[in-house]
Structures are given as C-alpha cells and as structure tokens.
C-alpha cells in the first residue's frame, strides 16, 4: 500500500508564498502522475497542477504563472511552489499520486494540508 505523507501548508497573507512537499511511501510501481488537488466548492476536488514523468505539467487556469510543480521519480518527492497566492486560494490540498497504467492505474491520496491566504 502507497503512503503519501504531505507538509508545507499554513497560513500567509496574500501576496506571499507557501510551498508544499509531498513523499511517497511503499508500494512497488513508479509513479506515472504526481499532482495536487484542492477541495474546491463544487464537491469533487479539483485539479491544481500535475507532472508525468516524462516531464509534462498541467496547471489549472487560475493558478498558471503563479504555481509551479516539480517531482523528482527517484526520490518520489514533488513539491508545489505557490507564489503570488490570492484569498480565493485558501483551501485543503492534496497531493496524488498515479501507479500503473490503463485499467491496471490507480490513484493515490494524502491527508490534505491547509492552505489560508488571508490578511
């Protein structure tokens, strides 16, 4: 069973920076996709930025130029750089973590950190 231990969360005034970091633990395939996700208001979470490990990085429209995700498949880290951060960004992230491929792909949770940008 993968473990996916985050940190980094807390609270910063807007404007400001945070960065997140997330690990994985156990298991035995690579992972294909790293990424964050946040709670959102709409029910189901919502995408932030993903990286494959070929390289490739999506990011959500309103966090493009502002956040940046790296990952580092050898040590199963990746991180996510949020600079500029704005109030509407406040919410629970979490990282997530793709092993396997196809029908055989499955997609692994952390906890969820807090993230407050707030004066």
């Known amino acids: 069973q993968v473990r996916l231990e985050e940190s980094g969360g807390g609270l910063v005034q807007p404007g400001g920076s945070l960065r997140l970091s997330c690990k994985a633990f156990?298991?035995?395939?690579?992972?294909?996709?790293m990424g964050w996700y946040r709670r959102g208001s709409g029910g189901q979470r919502d995408l932030v930025a993903s990286?494959?490990?070929?390289?490739?990085?999506k990011y959500a429209d309103s966090v493009k130029g502002r956040f940046t995700i790296s990952g580092d498949n050898t040590k199963n880290t990746w991180s996510l750089q949020m600079n500029s951060l704005k109030p509407e960004d406040t919410d629970i992230y979490y990282c997530?973590?793709?092993?396997?491929?196809?029908?055989?792909?499955?997609?692994?949770w952390g906890q969820g950190t807090q993230v407050t940008a707030s004066p």
């Open positions: 997530t973590a793709d092993i396997g491929t196809g029908p055989y792909a499955v997609r692994f």
């Open positions: 990286i494959e490990s070929g390289g490739s990085t």
């Open positions: 156990g298991g035995e395939g690579a992972i294909n996709v």
